[in-house]
């Protein structure tokens, strides 16, 4: 999502932009920026690590297996992408050209090579730097990779498979000319883990399409607590579910209600049941929305029908664009003092912080907005300026394109 609104940012700059997506179609909340082919198809990505018969098969047997359609049905039922899962795969994407799949890298280069030739390419993560030799041989221009988040997939691999995955991302981090850390917080875990020289790593803060975003005209019918992430346990759902069961049980703020948005694939079901029926068992599920899947216009009015919002994920979050999703319709935040959340919180003045993991402290930083209206208010307009003001994607844009006006 982020990458497709910077693409669109980026046109209205002037640029000619193209977006490729890898392995499966996108999957948006905005209309679409990319072409309308899949490269890297990840059906074939699968077959080809497990058979070497799929390694030397001709386009038109491929071609089937790459249908936007049967990708997007792959995506739904999210069938093998935890991280426990793709160790070896992981391993051999990374390894480029000695790979596995050096055949799908040998289609998307002929494919670019027969377009006219870029400038500059843009990994969109630093798990495809196993791409950047070849792409770069072939069309002698330089590589920039965005770095956002994949420490969490990488520490989440099986041993040997983790090991291996940061020494080929150390190792494959020479053939790209630079970096585009999404926050500060995150430019520094990765050069310390990818041993990257300062000069090489910039930072260019996200930014969303503020089109359509804005305040509520009038207050919830009752005070509102409101997530919108993936429903997974990485994002600490589970854990705003128990802060929520304190607040409700302590009374202090009348009808507080819980509302969860956010994607869900097929392969989070089993964790939103289990936390259905945990409601259930607690009796708290009248009180608690559960709203999958949201389309964009769905998504702002359920933001608009929030009193606070938290997501309290667990790992190191590399940025968080939802943060900004709530800001920028005024309603305060409650974030965990860790990853890129206290970087957020001082450059946008849009909420408060609690310890991570703490439940009780959660509840009650919850409490306390909900409590306090004036406040309440005044983050959410300060938050709200700031958003506009310093993380609109025109002005992400701007700073990408200073970036790579550096490379050329």
């Known amino acids: 999502m982020r990458d497709n609104a910077l693409v669109a940012a980026l046109r209205k700059l002037g640029h000619d932009v193209t977006l490729i997506p890898l392995y499966t179609p996108l999957t948006l909340d905005e209309p679409g920026n990319s072409e309308d082919r899949v490269f890297f198809g990840g059906v074939n990505v699968f077959l080809q690590q497990k058979s070497a018969l799929f390694r030397h098969t001709p386009g038109w047997l491929d071609k089937p297996l790459d249908n936007p359609r049967l990708l997007r049905e792959a995506a739904r039922l999210a ?9 070896e795969l992981t ?47 072939a069309l002698k221009a330089p590589i920039v990779c965005t770095l956002q988040g994949e420490d969490f997939f990488v520490d989440g691999l099986p041993e040997p498979q983790r090991k291996q995955a940061w020494a080929l991302l150390r190792e494959r981090a020479a053939d790209i000319d630079a970096f585009i850390a999404v926050s500060r917080y995150y430019g520094e875990v990765m050069r310390e883990r990818l041993m990257l020289p300062a000069e090489k790593t910039h930072v260019v803060h996200n930014g969303i399409d503020l089109s359509g975003y804005g305040p509520a005209r009038s207050r919830p019918a009752h005070p509102t ?30 009808g507080v209600r819980l509302r969860i948005a956010g994607s869900q694939t097929d392969g989070d079901k089993p964790f939103v049941a289990e936390l259905r029926r945990g409601l259930k068992r ?39 664009l939802y ?33 991570p993991g703490d439940v009780w402290d959660l509840a009650a930083k919850l409490e306390e907005l909900l409590l306090d209206e004036p406040r309440r208010a005044a983050l959410g307009a300060a938050g709200r300026d700031k958003v506009i003001e310093h993380f609109s994607i025109e002005r992400a844009a701007r700073g990408v394109e200073q970036v790579l006006r550096t490379q050329v």
Do not use: M
């Open 225 to 254: 607590v409101g997530y919108l992430a993936r429903l997974a346990p990485e994002k600490g759902l589970h854990t705003l579910v128990e802060a929520f069961g304190h607040l409700h049980r302590r009374g202090k703020a009348p």
């Open 323 to 355: 943060v900004l999703e709530a800001l920028v319709c005024g309603v305060p935040v409650v974030q965990p003092r860790h990853a890129a959340f206290p970087e957020l919180i001082e450059a946008t003045g849009g909420g408060v912080l609690c310890e």
């Open 91 to 137: 391993i051999s994407v990374l390894r480029g050209e000695e790979g596995r799949q050096l055949k799908e890298l040998e289609k998307l280069t002929a494919w670019l090579t027969a377009q006219p030739k870029p400038d500059i390419v843009c990994l969109s993560n630093a798990l495809l730097s196993g791409l950047a030799r070849r792409l770069r041989a």
């Open 282 to 320: 607690d009796g708290l599920a009248p009180h608690v929305d559960i709203l999958p899947n949201l389309d964009r216009a769905q998504k702002i009015g359920f933001l608009q029908s929030l009193s606070v919002f938290s997501v309290p994920a667990v790992y190191g979050e590399s940025f968080g």
């Open 79 to 87: 069938v093998k992408t935890r991280p426990e899962d793709l160790g």
